[in-house]
């Protein structure tokens, strides 16, 4: 409980610092000239907005930071706005933006419906916008994406090496967010080709805390269903939630947990003894941050840049983490390096870390 309470009063404090690092212009622009960069980054301080939907966990946290780290290498004024969980505030932030002159505006998640009409009026004014896990359905707005397709095969794929093609299932979706129903659409396909899993119960909340609500929710559900076995999470803090349902409810040891995306927290979790989290399909969160300031970048400086942005994802176990002595982030990067780097929205005079 305490370690518990102990990670909520981080996430707190980090998001604190975030909110203030918005109202006070969030990562401080270095103006200094970049070599051989297109204008306007040959002179630097572009002023680009960073407006999130999700803010909440450790994903969206590291995620900021690799924003924020690849926006300092650019020169870039990066305003981080937290919408959390808020569609009518993430409206009025970027309307913020758009008042504030930006040249671009990275859309992080977010409800389509709400938000179409206010990214309009942004592409209007010449303004240019990037989305991460949200379909704006705009061809002038590039989609990045972590290939939740790959995320989504990789753990099912994981789940059927553990348990064999029968078993009965938990699985926590909430629809309306493009990233968990890309994952959902093969979760339909894995049922449909594999007759012999049942999913007994379903349920997903984004309601704050999130794992705190998916573990309440998670707790009924083994109550009603003691049959299940196994437990699709696809984002990590559904698996937070569903494995501390499970500890609570001491039946740990007889669940597996496979989710999607990745922290130095989530691996603590899951390298805990008794974990019933076993395996997660992730790409690096600060990795992706980073590919959506470069893609928001290399919009505005009117270069090439793919419609649809991908980043591949890597399977990380628990036997991953304990044959190779791995505690955090940074330690996975240095075992698995296909997790530390991405290719995608790259050109010559855009440092990459």
């Known amino acids: 409980m305490n370690k518990s309470m102990s990670r909520t009063a981080r996430f707190a404090i980090g998001a604190i610092a975030l909110s203030a690092a918005a109202l006070f212009g969030a990562a401080s622009a270095d103006a200094a000239t970049l ?183 998670a707790a009924a559900a083994y109550r009603a269903h003691p049959d299940i076995r196994v437990v ?13 349902a499970a500890d609570e409810a001491n039946v740990a040891s007889k669940l597996r947990i496979y989710s999607a995306d990745i922290s130095t927290a989530d691996i603590e979790a899951i390298r805990a003894p008794g974990s019933a989290w076993v395996a997660t399909a992730a790409t690096n969160p600060a990795v992706v941050g980073a590919v959506s300031v470069r893609a928001a970048a290399l919009d505005v400086a009117g270069q090439p840049l793919a419609h649809h942005i991908v980043v591949k994802p890597t399977l990380v176990t628990r036997d991953d983490l304990v044959k190779n002595d791995i505690h955090t982030i940074a330690e996975l990067g240095v075992k698995f390096p296909a997790f530390r780097v991405s290719d995608a929205a790259t050109a010559a005079w855009i440092p990459v870390d």
């Open 35 to 217: 070599k051989g960069a297109p204008p306007p980054f040959d002179k630097g301080g572009v002023k680009i907005a960073l407006v999130n939907y999700l803010s909440e966990g450790d994903f969206f946290q590291a995620y900021e930071a690799g924003a924020q780290k690849q926006a300092k290498a650019l020169g870039i004024d990066l305003r981080i706005y937290e919408g959390r969980q808020d569609a009518a505030q993430q409206r009025d932030q970027i309307q913020q933006a758009i008042n504030l002159g930006v040249s671009a505006i990275i859309v992080n998640h977010g409800l389509p419906e709400s938000l179409k009409d206010v990214v309009q009026q942004a592409l209007d004014k010449g303004i240019k916008v990037v989305a991460f896990d949200v379909d704006l359905a705009n061809p002038k707005i590039p989609q990045i994406e972590q290939s939740d397709h790959d995320l989504a095969t990789l753990l099912l794929g994981q789940a059927v090496k553990d348990n064999g093609n029968a078993f009965s299932a938990g699985y926590v979706y909430v629809a309306g967010f493009a990233p968990l129903d890309r994952r959902d659409a093969v979760w339909q396909a894995f049922k449909q080709a594999h007759p012999g899993v049942h999913e007994q119960a379903r349920w997903g909340t984004v309601d704050n805390p999130i794992a705190q609500s998916v573990a309440n929710q």
């Open 232 to 244: 699709i999470a696809p984002y990590d803090e559904f698996a937070r939630g569903a494995s501390l």
